[in-house]
């Protein structure tokens, strides 16, 4: 969820397997929707021609063959005879052409009960996924003509199309899947649009053009609310937005609790938008740069020269030139075709994602390190610092063989006479072992980074994407409160710098104990850093601990949850519409 009011048009994102298009074609549009089809097979084809020849150069023939695959499929006579078939026969749209067919193959396949067979159903899901793309209008809702501001309503939200929507004014996000720490949810967060993830059946329940009602505080969303109620939310929404200005009027102040301690707060981000967004927000630095975003949105692979760019305008962008660069993050919930990922695992969280993917295309790794050193080096000649920061870390080794692989680029781009910077590397401290034995690996990296979000489902056991174990997948959790108050210790006592950059950081419940636990940097999406900033002025340290003390006596998330709100009411009353049940 993320926090705040909004009433607006719903704008409906089906997924072309959720709802076709119902529509039958007149005579006259026939030949103009075949013309459409083979367009858009064109379109479709040359992308993944570019694709596998990018792909091929940068990671390697093999994981390019998918494309040439998928092209197959693409160009397949049957496949082709039977879409032409349905739009002639049938009068179907395009889009409802390849619903069908994509219908067939999976009852097919599925009787089949063949793994070879199954992933190939996922191959041609990729081929219709990719033809629908370049046929529909999903990512143009400017052309639809709604009534501003537009709530976006869709089964989950992929980046990609977060990114298309960024031209027009979305003031909420509603999703089927995911949860509090879903990407979706993260980026909405970033924006600071209030969305509620995990509602299932919602898209059954409104279509495009209905009045919604997204209550971002409270995870509700009311569909074509009566006039009583609709005035109401109107009302909370001028003074979310009014709160919000308020609290943005804070940015130029320091951050410092009542009693003078003084914080870093640093900003989360996906993009250039958030990096500007970071220094609006009156964040210190960038506290994580999630670089994945740059490949899961850029059309094609980007290579060094492209990375480089790209880091170079981010770290421009960001506040005082203070940027934290993650590497590639894939796997999970975000994957991209071109790293192997086009198959599903059954356990992908836990599987082969981030680092240990990373590791598993080391020349693909080494040009996002040479691109990282060089943006630090000239983040360096202008005052600015760059640190890289690798996800997912489990163990020593993992540590000794990325300083080995980030020493490797350096020798390669002095001997090439490229200029660079050598950087402080972290460890993002998400995986419950690095945890229990976070002592073992200390002396070996330069600062800690605890990815909450990811922390938390592995302890808890619970998917952070999944709203059915939401209940478990819990930041307030005693057994996380535990296990972090113990990383702080450690780290403080090892005077090795430490940063929380999971979602907890930036809401005002974790905030509060994280700081009681001595935590003092804390990077978070960019909108949420006034509202942090408001509530440390109105809070000391020792309040603080006394705070987290009795929180930790507590023996259930409920009852800590509650204390707390509780406790919040008391310090920073104003800040209601801000917080997240
Ligand atoms: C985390 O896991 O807490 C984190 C910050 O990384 P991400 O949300 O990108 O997995
Ligand atoms: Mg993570």
Redesign the pocket.
């Known amino acids: 969820m993320s926090p705040g009011v909004s009433v607006g048009t719903a704008y409906c994102i089906h997924e072309i397997f959720v709802n076709p298009d119902t529509k039958r074609l007149e005579d006259r549009e026939i030949t103009a929707e075949l013309a459409r089809y083979e367009t858009a097979r064109d379109r479709a084809a040359a992308d993944l021609r570019a694709l596998q020849r990018k792909v091929a150069r940068q990671v390697g023939e093999a994981e390019a063959a998918i494309f040439a695959v998928h092209e197959s499929i693409l160009r397949d006579a049957a496949f082709t005879r039977k879409i032409r078939a349905w739009i002639v026969d049938d009068r179907l749209t395009a889009q409802a052409a390849l619903h069908r067919l994509l219908e067939q193959y999976t009852e097919l396949f599925s009787r089949a009960n063949d793994g070879y067979l199954k992933e190939r159903l996922n191959d041609i899901r990729d081929v219709v996924v990719r033809l629908s793309a370049h046929l529909s209008d999903v990512l143009k809702p400017e052309s639809l003509a709604l009534p501003s501001p537009l709530i976006v309503v869709a089964d989950e939200l992929l980046p990609s199309q977060v990114v298309a929507l960024g031209k027009v004014d979305v003031r909420g996000i509603v999703t089927q899947t995911g949860s509090q720490?879903s990407?979706a949810a993260?980026i909405a967060r970033s924006r600071g649009i209030p969305a509620v993830s995990g509602v299932r059946g919602i898209m059954r329940q409104v279509t495009t053009g209905d009045t919604i009602i997204v209550d971002g505080r409270e995870g509700h969303v009311l569909v074509k609310p009566d006039p009583e109620v609709e005035a109401a939310y109107r009302k909370l929404e001028r003074e979310f937005v009014h709160l919000k200005d308020e609290l943005a009027a804070n940015r130029d102040h320091p951050a410092v609790t009542s009693d003078g301690v003084h914080l870093e707060l640093l900003a989360?981000i996906n993009s250039l938008a958030d990096a500007k967004a970071a220094r609006a927000m009156g964040a210190s630095g960038v506290g994580?740069y999630?670089t994945?975003y740059l490949y899961l949105t850029h059309p094609n692979i980007p290579d060094e020269d492209e990375q480089f760019e790209a880091y170079r305008k981010i770290v421009a962008a960001s506040p005082n030139r203070n940027v934290t660069i993650?590497t590639l993050?894939i796997g999970?919930d975000k994957t991209v075709p071109y790293l192997g990922h086009h198959y599903q695992e059954a356990n992908p969280f836990m599987g082969w994602r981030s680092i240990r993917l990373s590791f598993e295309h080391p020349e693909f790794f080494n040009t996002q390190l040479r691109a990282v050193l060089r943006a630090a080096g000239e983040a360096r000649q202008h005052g600015g610092s760059v640190r890289l920061l690798f996800?997912m870390i489990t163990t020593l080794e993992e540590i000794r063989r990325v300083r080995g692989m980030v020493r490797r680029a350096g020798t390669q781009l002095a001997e090439e006479g490229k200029p660079f910077a050598m950087v402080p590397i972290g460890m993002?401290l998400?995986v419950p072992a690095a945890a229990v034995a976070l002592d073992l690996m200390l002396d070996s990296v330069d600062f800690v980074?605890?990815?909450?979000?990811?922390?938390v489902q592995y302890l808890m056991a619970a998917d952070r994407d999944n709203p059915k174990v939401s209940h478990l997948c819990q930041p307030l959790a005693p057994a996380v409160l535990r296990i972090l108050h113990n990383v702080i210790r450690i780290c403080l006592r090892a005077q090795k710098p430490i940063t929380v950059?999971?979602?907890m950081a930036g809401q005002p419940k974790s905030f509060v104990l994280l700081f009681g636990m001595g935590l003092r940097s804390f990077s978070m999406s960019p909108a949420l850093i006034p509202s942090v900033k408001e509530i440390a002025s109105h809070l000391s340290e020792l309040a603080a601990r006394q705070i987290l003390q009795e929180a930790m006596r507590l023996k259930t998330t409920a009852s800590i949850k509650r204390y707390l709100d509780q406790q919040l009411g008391r310090i920073a009353p104003n800040l209601k519409l801000l917080d997240t049940v």
């Open positions: 720490t990407h993260i989360n994580l999630r994945e993650r993050d999970g996800p993002m998400e980074s605890v990815g909450s979000n990811d922390l950059c999971g979602e």
